[in-house]
């Protein structure tokens, strides 16, 4: 490092940031492909809002400090307003249906995909910057839109190739917490960390939640999460009681089945927004049995929170149920890929009249990460174009001449555009950096004899052993063909043909 | 808007954002899948780069004030480290190419493209997110790789449907300009607003380049833009010689062939930067010529500036020749569509060792806007999905089974979702609305004999006129058949096979 110049920039990306090469690109569109065509048979039509929203607009303003959330990239525009970057696709949905509501056809049923970001602390796996698809039907007040939702995850699941029973859309309803927290009198300002509490109950188990609820947590990295400061009795009040009829405690069985077995200590408990919640939880499942989609597919769990405060009722979670080991063995549950809920006050907000809405939001970004590991998803670059070499700066006209009739021809094809003094055999270095299958070489005896050279260099390739040496020798010198110029497409598809690329 | 309530929050977005319906999301989908098509054939391979990147690495910091420049949006990180949403993709590139080029195979060759933020007066026409394609060869110091983009932007252009002879690739070389500015001797922190002076002839004419130059110039909305406060005779000196041979001032020719003639006043001007300009021009020339892409398609033009400044070279514009006339029947012209040229500076910055560059980027969002205007994209809306009707709560679990069906057979379906007390001619209304091509109904009568009706709406569609009313009566009589539950499928694809939608 002693070299380098203390001027010199540093080319890095901030932290929770990621570049992507072609195989990942590759698999995102193929990915956002199925999810596509899964939501247009669905009846979603696409919509696209801008990366930017008024903070207001998003609901992340804190209007007692008149300024926005930390949790989101904000900046102040030249006339002073608030303006953040989307932290997810249904805030900004919301502000574009109360915008445009008298053009839509209600319900209006929409689906859109990009980019979201977090101002949040990164780790491995969680990003600041990552993709949602999502789909949203506003104007539907009936769980028949909600019940929708869990089967189009549930297909969406199957269309991108994971099988039956290694998934499972899990269902639950904010009315049955709502009702547990009244009836335990929580402040209305400690009920979003109440929520968030029980939703890691997953990853952190019993005894942390009951941290949370409490005084606070300190996680393995040091790092301190302020709790909602309830009184150890009330907490075991809701610990107890939240899973419902069932309660929460109690040992998880693996798989999620039966998460919550009858506890002794659970208090007898019960209130109208809560036979509420139970209500229509039947409800969707009633409507997922007739259309066929049964309990290995859609059901139940008292363990669903989800982390927005902006849900209403019905919230619902996609799991995966792949076990699969990383790269030192360690055994890795993906868990949620995706989820959502009704949210039946955000477009409210906007107009000052009941709009009841619900949707779904797969994390393209992780769900791909989950499908990479499991083998699930193609992570090899495909093949390069067909090399043209060049001998020295005067062969240069000739050789664009012959890469453009390649390229005329429709084939994949590129001129070497280093240094044009460079050999031969530096060029089809690079050519098989490339992954090149074939390279073109015209030298001056050629040239003068109106020939090109094809080069196969997948036929041609190196073996990895000596023992093949021989068979590579006589691969090599058939492997390099000279054909008349006025052939050189035909000649090179014969070679991309032959390997099955063209 | 006497009735809306004080404290209900306003949903609009902020200036110079746009949302987008199906249509326009669909025409871009196509334009992105051709222009891919095309770089790839060029041997392009995919790379994508976050939106947020250190501002210093975009080389947007002000280093002397400490803070970001104003054209961009920009947020302080929790360490304080000032962050950018990118304003084009080059810059990106530059940083990512320097992270990563020992893994590179250089000359590297690569595209991208996604959504460019830039913090600047909206006006129509002109957002503050858009979108780019960009092709980019780094590792490449030879005029071939310029060439090259040239015909890739030519190419492409025909790929989109634009006729040979309605645009055309203007090329240019920095060092013309540069070699100008030296003999005028203009001070560096000048240089890039006497650039952007120049590039605004196509717009403004000699007059407001001339003011542009000098004291500043006032716009019809009253806005000032400061000029570069050349002394009148510098402004002059510059006017009559940046065009390099041919002088700057003087008429335009339309259709921009002959844009400089020979003007008495000119100086006698050479330099050796500004043969290197002219050499580089005829070699670029030379080799587009040798390729088979004549005068028509790429030449040689002295006006093109490009208002970037990190450009070092030859740079280079695709322009539309097209002419059409806009909603009030004044004449349009398009104008610059993509651009790019030269930067051999850009990677350097980081890697203090020379890197040349070259790139081409498409502005997609201008592009289309230009295509959907001439009619080279469909601005239709497609069909909508078949609706499958309600009849109060109790028959939503029934529907919803037909719904599965039909999306089981990969058919685009939905039920209907509004309020399921609602009548069935409300239901056809939305249906309508969606532009759903046929709706499956089944009431009570229906449901006992195990049948559903199908009722085919675009043959049963309402006259406008009425005198087609006895024909329609006739057709909606014959639109509706009943069929028994079990040919649901086929009944419903054979009214989507009559109307060419399966």
Redesign the interface.
């Known amino acids: 490092m002693a070299e ?2 203390p001027n ?8 929770g ?6 195989a ?3 698999a995102t569109r193929a990915m956002v492909e199925t999810i596509r065509a899964q939501f ?4 979603f ?10 903070t ?2 998003l609901g992340k303003f804190l209007p007692d400090q008149d300024r926005p959330n930390e949790g989101v ?3 102040q ?2 006339d002073e ?1 608030w ?1 953040s970057l989307r932290y997810d696709l249904t805030a900004p949905l919301a ?2 249906v ?3 509501y008298q053009h839509l ?3 209006y ?1 929409s689906y859109r995909f990009g ?1 979201v ?1 977090r ?1 949040e602390k990164p780790g491995p796996g969680r990003f ?2 990552f993709m949602q698809f999502d789909a949203d ?1 506003v ?4 769980m ?2 909600d ?2 939702m869990c ?1 189009l995850a549930a ?1 969406t699941m199957e269309a991108l190739g994971i099988p039956r029973g290694q998934y499972v859309v899990k269902v639950n309803n904010r009315k049955v917490l709502d009702g547990v927290m009244d009836a335990a009198d929580i402040a209305a300002n400690k009920r979003l960390t109440v929520l968030r509490a029980i939703d890691k109950l997953d990853r952190l188990g019993v005894e942390g939640v009951r941290q949370l609820l409490g005084t606070g947590r300190k996680d393995e990295s040091g790092d301190f999460t302020k709790g909602a400061e309830l009184t150890p009795d009330v907490a075991d009040f809701i610990i107890t009681n939240s899973g419902g009829d069932e309660g929460f405690a109690g040992k998880r069985k693996d798989g999620g089945v039966e998460i919550f077995p009858q506890t002794a200590g659970k208090a007898a408990l019960t209130s109208d927004v809560l036979e509420a919640g139970k209500k229509e939880l039947a409800e969707i499942e ?2 997922c049995r ?4 049964g309990p290995d597919r859609i059901r139940k769990d008292n363990s669903v929170v989800r982390g927005l405060e902006y849900y209403t009722g019905p919230v619902y979670e996609v799991e995966l149920l792949i076990e699969t080991k990383d790269e030192k063995g360690r055994p890795v549950r993906f868990g949620s890929v995706g989820g959502g809920g009704r949210y039946d006050g955000l477009v409210s ?4 009249e009941p709009v009841p809405a619900t949707g779904f939001s797969i994390g393209v970004s992780r769900l791909q990460a989950a499908l990479t590991l499991i083998g699930k998803l193609d992570a090899k ?1 495909p093949a ?2 067909v090399l043209v070499t060049v001998f020295g ?1 005067d062969s ?3 050789a ?2 012959l ?2 009739t390649l ?1 005329g021809a ?11 003094k460079r050999g031969v055999g530096d060029q089809l270095k ?1 050519a098989d ?2 992954h090149a299958p074939c390279a073109v070489i015209q030298g001056p005896d050629e040239k003068v004899k109106g020939e090109v050279q094809i080069r196969d260099l997948i036929a041609g390739a190196a073996p990895s052993g000596a023992a093949e040496r021989e068979e590579h020798l006589k691969k090599q010198a058939a492997a390099q063909t000279a054909v008349k110029e006025t052939e050189l497409v035909a000649a090179v598809r014969a070679v991309l043909q032959e390997h099955g690329l063209a």
Chains 1, 2 share one sequence.
Request: hydrophobic share 30%; aromatic share 10%.
């Open positions: 380098k110049k010199k920039l540093k080319a890095r990306l901030p932290r940031l990621a570049d992507r090469g072609p990942e690109i590759a247009e048979k669905y009846g039509e696409p919509v696209e809002t801008p990366a930017i929203e008024y207001d607009a990239f904000s900046f525009d030249d307003q303006l502000r574009y109360a915008e445009n056809a209600l319900p049923r980019y970001y101002n600041r910057q039907t104007g539907a007040p009936t028949a839109a019940a929708e089967m297909d009633k409507l007739e259309a066929g989609y907000r906007f107009r000052g670059p390069g174009p700066p240069v006209p000739q664009q001449k890469t453009a390229r429709g084939i994949r094809a590129e001129m070497y555009l280093g240094n044009p690079y950096k490339r």
